[in-house]
């Protein structure tokens, strides 16, 4: 691994901003990634010893090694891992539209009764002592980012059932929505309080292969509004709103651009649009993060890789507004090495 990473880099979350905002021509590639699975995360640890002495049951120290890690890796931010959490174990047992037991078919809200007794999260409960540990000690020239978990609607109705509700049951689904939305909100004011915190990143797939999963009229009028509402804290605190939606959203892109004002958008797969297609369709309106095909990722060889991250960078990089990383997120079975090289290319480039 002595070939990897020669090029040291530095942490510098405001060189990042500007690329993001397409302010300047970037000095260096920077890097962004939503997250990385545990397993890849503790190998890369253990391969480099990574703070590898620390207790990592200790949330201060999870965070210690995540900062090492992160500045090991070239990232200028770290991940910080609060979020709502949205019970999935509530059994519905007056369910009236559920047609499967399956559960990403059918959610624990199913009707008025449902909704009434479902254990809405409180964010007033929630542990923030992570954001306050990193308001102290996370580097000058690093920010950390939160996700905000906004397409949890679909675990708490199902799929399937939402496209009966959206026609049968119209209000309950408006009153999910907007519930979702208020404890969203709340959570975002919470932690764009924090100024170490540089992103919020909201996260909910609303596609497939060819088009979204609702029509893009229902996906405008309900869904919409609730990255409105996060978008709109990040920008009045200063922060980056970004948005993970996998799937083909060519049919809202634009409202998610001009109503919604993402700074960026994250989840490319080339049998979709490739992100190079992507930055030529809206390069000059928003950032566009990732695009290394996952299948192409998982598969290819050092030779094959390093050419498509310099095709990509050739590309996406120009005026800004491109940040390396993955079609989706490092999973545990990313092969380490190929993780490495597409960042070891980036460090290269310029």
Known sequence: MSKFFNRKIEPDFKGFKDCILRKTQPMRVFFAEMFLDSGIRDKIIERFCINCNLDRNDPVNYYRAEIALQKFLGYDMVRCCITP?????????????????????????????????????????????????????????????????????????????????????????????????????????????????????????????????????????????????????????????????????????????????????HSFEDAIVPVTEMKRRYGDKIALLGGIDMDFLCRANETDLRKKVRNVLDICLPNGGYCLGSGNSIADYVPMNNFLIMLDEGRNYL
Not at 159 to 171: A, F, G, N, V
Request: proline content about 6%; overall charge negative.
């Open 85 to 265: 959490v949205f019970p999935d174990n509530v059994s519905s047992k007056t369910a009236s539209f559920g047609i499967s037991e399956d559960a990403v078919a059918s959610g624990p809200i199913q009707n008025w009764k449902d909704f009434e007794l479902y254990p809405w999260p409180e964010i007033s409960s929630l542990d923030f002592s992570p954001l306050d540990w990193l308001e102290k000690e996370l580097p000058q020239n690093m920010k950390c980012y939160v996700t905000a978990p906004v397409g949890i609607y679909k675990m708490l109705l199902g799929y399937e059932d939402m496209l009966y509700m959206m026609y049968d049951s119209p209000d309950l689904m408006k009153a999910v929505l907007e519930k979702v939305n208020a404890i969203h909100a709340d959570f975002a004011r919470t932690v764009c309080g924090y100024s170490c915190v540089g992103v919020l990143w909201g996260s909910d797939d609303m596609g497939f292969k060819s088009q979204t999963f609702f029509p893009p009229d229902y996906i405008r009028e309900t869904i919409l509004p609730v990255h409105q509402t996060q978008a709109r804290i990040a920008h009045e605190s200063g922060k980056l709103y970004f948005l993970h939606a996998c799937g083909n959203l060519s049919e809202v892109m634009d409202d998610l651009i001009d109503a919604v004002k993402i700074d960026a958008k």
